[in-house]
């Protein structure tokens, strides 16, 4: 077990977790996999009582909403997209709210678009929510507001909303739970010599170009590139962050311990980085 690292894993005061619609479900049915759910839930609450502020970043609204309304196909319009989503979160929250519920723990929704963080009294607005929500010992759901968000106006990933939600509560760790162990020097479903990155100091170009867009994943949005977006802004936010395979949720308090496997990206804090600045400039 590699002391120093664990040190640093162990001081950890605030974090943000963001999962996946893919690690949520059953691929056969895409229903919600209640045995995760509850084993992710279980992780947090105890994460909590280890003192840290937990916020968890979710996907599955679309999905949920999907699957309940008996539809077989990934919805393709916009309009039953954000039709389902307006369904499948509320389930969502029923969920987690129960679940966390059974842990004396009580969770909060809070639901964001692009023109949140665009907006200085929004931004403002939604910061001093997450605060006030921490101080109360609430641990907040985030999505984005699918139901609203209109194509240009959306985040589009969660992987993105994340590293941002992390950025905007000074959050000092960002863990992404994924179908896939990290970041690879290739593709592993492809190239069997492909090799696990474990740690990552600074982002350069022969990392985008390991980034490969897709992870193989039919459901959630999010692909290597956009993980490695959320890393730099995590990074310049003064976050470090790991990608984790959310196969087994007990990697949260494996991360603690100092021994999971996963990449681990080193924060550098950058003061000169403003995260509405960023979003103006790369995506608007
Ligand atoms: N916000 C979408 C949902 O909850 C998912 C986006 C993503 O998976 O990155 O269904």
Redo the contacts with the bound molecule.
Sequence with gaps: MDTQLRRKLGAKKRIVVKV??SSLQHPETGKLNFLKVERLVRELCDLKNCGMDICLV???????GRTFMGMEKRPHTIARKQAC?AV??AR?MMTYQKMFAEYHQTAGQVLMTKNTMIDNVSRKNAQNTFEELFRLGVIPIV??N?TISTYEMQF????T?SAIVASLVSADLLILLSDIDGLYTDDPRENPDAKLIHEVDIIDERYLFMAKESTGSD????GMATKLAAAKIAMKSGADMIIANAQNMGILHQIFEGSFTGTLFHAHYDEDFYISDYIEETMV
């Design positions: 996946g619609s979710s996907s599955g609204a679309i999905a949920v989503a499948g979160q969502l999505n984005e699918d589009g990933d969660n992987d909303l459901v959630g949005t999010g």
